[in-house]
């Protein structure tokens, strides 16, 4: 049984957020109101606040999604597509073996850097 994650975070400029993760990575929108909103991340819960003077926006050090070849494929391809710059650029690790992973990091608008994996041999690695 996947059990997600929630991270919910403060961000500058909530609109720009949205865009990024709805139109670029491709994720979608969950509870939306005037002050923050959810998106769904890859099966997992992100709450995007919107900064203010009492609540001021910050930067997370890194987070992802584990994603599976596919949807890594395809994040990547939305990304080059956008022309949004890779802080790491995707990079396959011993193609074709049992072990084989990807990952590439972007940053979001607010500077929170995403680190987007997948694992050929998922149970092996994160556990089934």
């Known amino acids: ?18 865009r990024f993760y709805l139109d670029i990575l491709g994720c ?13 991340f890859f099966g997992h819960q992100l709450t995007i606040h919107q900064a203010t003077e009492n609540l001021p926006a910050f930067r997370i050090d890194h987070f992802g999604a584990i994603l599976s070849k596919d949807e890594w494929l395809s994040a990547t391809a939305r990304c080059k597509m956008h022309s949004v710059p890779f802080v790491l ?3 396959v690790r011993n193609e074709g073996e ?31």
């Open 98 to 128: 049992e072990d084989e992973y990807g990952k590439f990091v972007v940053n979001d608008p607010s500077g929170n850097a995403l680190e987007m994996k997948y694992y050929s041999n998922f149970g092996k690695t994160v556990g089934k």
């Open 89 to 91: 650029e995707p990079m």
């Open 1 to 18: 049984m996947l059990k997600p994650f929630h991270l919910s975070f403060v961000v500058p400029d909530k609109q720009e957020s949205k």
């Open 28 to 40: 979608s929108l969950g509870r939306d109101n005037e002050s923050w909103y959810d998106i769904i």
